[in-house]
T-cell receptor
Framework: GESVGLHLPTLSVQEGDNSIINCAYS??????FIWYKQESGKGPQFIID?????DKRQGQRVTVLLNKTVKHLSLQIAATQPGDSAVYFC????????????FGQGTELSVKP | DTGVSQDPRHKITKRGQNVTFRCDPI?????LYWYRQTLGQGPEFLTY????????KSRLLSDRFSAERPKGSFSTLEIQRTEQGDSAMYLC???????????????FGPGTRLTVL
């Protein structure tokens, strides 16, 4: 079925280390992928996106990698900070479905000072 | 604050009561989405509007749920005869919805947390 899932439900890293959060998706028709950050009691916050015609995109301290061959998405956070502690969701948008997002379960990132 | 706003932020109701939530999207955003999120899960799509037209409804949206966007600006989500299983965070998001580089980028509101006793 159509689903987006995450390999690890929790991830704990030391402040200053790099973090990698992984995601697997199953809908090969999806053409747009987004990573969201959600802090407790708040709505998801856009981090970075990537279209299916790209395999890498960089932002400020974040990089998203897309491997369409194995339907895998990852989010890399450089020099992780305590403020990065949150739940991270990947989401996909199937082509021509009005932009609705299909979210995975989420990975909780905990940054130790 | 020019982001997406939702009201109320919290709602506690008794089973069987009706509740209505409001979402104010970012000004001039054509698309408006409703999602539901339960604890530990990612948001699940419920429905979306292109201007005032409701273009898709998820099978999750039973006949007790109804959403409107009468003037293509704010939207309301009503749940009739609430059940305990309706307890969740209800999230609203908006996007420009026009052709362009970021037309799919959705901006989320803070959500309305519903508790049905």
């Amino acid at each position: 079925g159509e689903s987006v899932g995450l390999h690890l439900p929790t991830l704990s890293v030391q402040e200053g280390d790099n973090s990698i959060i992984n995601c697997a998706y199953s809908n090969s028709a999806s053409d747009y992928f987004i990573w969201y950050k959600q802090e407790s009691g708040k709505g998801p916050q856009f981090i970075i996106d990537i279209r299916s015609n790209m395999d890498k995109r960089q932002g400020q301290r974040v990089t998203v990698l897309l491997n369409k061959t194995v339907k895998h998405l990852s989010l890399q956070i450089a020099a992780t900070q305590p403020g990065d502690s949150a739940v991270y969701f990947c989401a996909e948008t199937p082509y021509n479905q009005g932009g609705k997002l299909i979210f995975g379960q989420g990975t909780e990132l905990s940054v130790k000072p | 604050d020019t982001g997406v706003s939702q009201d109320p932020r919290h709602k506690i109701t008794k089973r069987g009561q009706n509740v209505t939530f409001r979402c104010d999207p970012i000004s001039e955003h054509n698309r408006l989405y409703w999602y539901r999120q339960t604890l530990g899960q990612g948001p699940e799509f419920l429905t979306y509007f292109q201007n005032e037209a409701q273009l898709e409804k998820s099978r999750l949206l039973s006949d007790r749920f109804s959403a409107e966007r009468p003037k293509g600006s704010f939207s309301t989500l009503e749940i009739q005869r609430t059940e305990q299983g309706d307890s969740a965070m209800y999230l609203c998001a908006s996007s420009p919805g026009t052709s362009g580089k970021h037309d799919n980028e959705q901006f989320f509101g803070p959500g309305t947390r519903l508790t049905v006793l």
